[in-house]
């Protein structure tokens, strides 16, 4: 009977039955603290994915930058105007070349008080008049005139509008003078929409990327004139919009056509009029540069897809450090011109894809992946969800992200900010260490008692342990220690690390051999607290196994708090970041203390009180694996450079 409760009592001591509740615990935990990061994982393998990302396909507008545009500048008839005034508060002034303020548009100018139409004599209201009525943007003032002005819609289309009423020109309020639109899609690149004059005729107008609209121009509005786009002034407003997206502005350009509604809807976007050139400025935001930094040093590289133009996507990227010297850009037209091979040899070396549409994205991902990379995706519209879902991470955008997008994604960005994707990949690389430091944990106490109770027999000695006591150090040190350190921070330097393999397994070899090490540790101090009450009570082997009993259960749990970091020494650590370990080792150690000296547990877990020298022993002999362990770490620490030794 005795063999066969010893038996038993080792193959529960083998098992660590608690580790999948502390697996699921620690995920659960790490998905909270993720929520409080603002990064929502929908998928519960996503957690593992984020520890093994190398690459971060991000977009720029609203994650790299602010998403707060202003427009600073407007290009019309060869005049340059500069628009003061930050956010979305309708104050500002308008200076031409760096002149006077502007003054207000005179009543002659507008054709009618409530009407979309503007005298052809002043090219920079046409302008703004065209951006806030080709729009489904509203900006709102605040409630009884405190708070922010609010924004509904794209924020590039509600700087259009500020800009308007910065000018005090009335703008679009509703959709009566709307007869239809062309909303924007990512091929053309542009939207229309055809207005109803007071006067009764229908007039088109278009907003778009400078390059497509501009190949639809045949005509300019120039000196209050509608005269022919000639080939020179083409390359001349293509070169105001290089300069002014080299400034880091979003350009757009402005046109519009005298229409009737018997044209057919696929031509109305023809032999339009160019008006001008519209530069919004969407800063940097101040926290993407440093996120932008430590996702390098952990191995991961950032990349930027986005529509804007190439001068202005180069202008962002390499002020946040994703465009370095090394590194190239790559626009819509060029990737199309590329085949699937020759994008494959490419992408490795290209940080910024400009004038991308969807289309772009999901090749940029099939290449990235086909070259074994683990990629981390964004995306807000509709047309970004088979990027999304072919990505190992497809992120959406809370904010600006669409249903079906977020219903494509792994995960969702709550606050659309490219720092909560760097947040993201720091727990999911955390909750990782975690599994990994209670498997290893929970394994090594387990060989120990498995080491003790196979050495003690091989050297024809007495039992160690009783099976009571044996299911006893099974709760004891798989319960509440466990789960403590599955509430462990992300260690200091765990974004200076490289990226896991993908095809890594979480029981690789070092640890295997830590797991093997640590094991004999416990093993032959809690042999040694049994070898030496043995041979000094020959016939009191239940002293024997009382020593054993007590060196074995605080060597674990000393052994709970060393397992904390598998590199760093728990100085570095620091004792106190894991509160909760603490309060489970001593509740724990408490409990021990005790079954052995309370004389109602005494005779249950056949165990005895101990004198002064035994305890002295207990605690010498418990304390010495963590002592090697921690030593061995320190040591190693001191002659390693690497991000794991840094604090």
Known sequence: THAFLMAVSLAVAAVPEGLPAVVTVSLALGLQRMVRRNALVRKLPSVETLGTVTVICSDKTGTLTKNEMTVQEIWADDHRYSVSGIGYLPIGEFREDGRGPLPPPAPRVLLDDDGPSASLDNPLDVALRIGAWCNNAQVTPPSKGVGDWKVVGDPTEAALIVAALKRQLPVRTGTSKIRFEIPFDSNRKMMSAMIQQTNGEPILYSKGAPESLLSRCQFE?????VTELTPARREQILSVNASMAKSALRVLALAFRSSDLTIPTEELETE?????????????????????????????RP???????PATAAAIATSLGILGPDDQLLT?????????????????????????????????????????????MTGDGVNDAPAIKAADIGIAMGITGTDVTKEAADMVLTDDNFV?????VEEGRGIYDNIQKVLQFLLSCNTGEILLMLVASLLGWPAPLLPIQLLWINLVTDGFPALALSLEPPE???MRRKPRA?????LDVPMACGILFQGVLVAAVSLTAFGLSYFRHPTNVEQAQAMAFCVLVYAELLRAVSARSRSLPVFKLGFFTNPYLLLAVLVSGLLQLSVTVSPFTQPIFGVSGHSGLEWFE???LAALPMVVIESQKWLTSLGNKGPESEN
Do not use: N, W
């Open 272 to 300: 339009l009029v160019f008006v001008g050139l519209v530069g919004m400025m969407d800063p940097p935001r101040e926290e993407a540069r440093p996120a932008v930094l430590r996702c390098r040093s952990a191995g991961i």
């Open 420 to 424: 909560s994707i760097v947040a993201a």
């Open 332 to 376: 819509g037209k060029e990737l199309e011109q590329l085949d699937d091979s020759t994008l494959e040899d490419r992408v490795e070396q290209i940080s910024v894809y400009a004038r991308a549409s969807a289309e772009h994205k999901l090749r940029v991902i099939q290449a990235l992946r086909s070259r074994g990379e683990v990629v981390a």
């Open 221 to 225: 509005l120039r000196g209050g004139r």
């Open 502 to 506: 993908r095809k890594s397994t979480i």
């Open 618 to 620: 207990i605690a010498l």
């Open 492 to 494: 200091p330097g765990i």
């Open 303 to 309: 990349v930027m897809i986005t529509g804007d133009h």
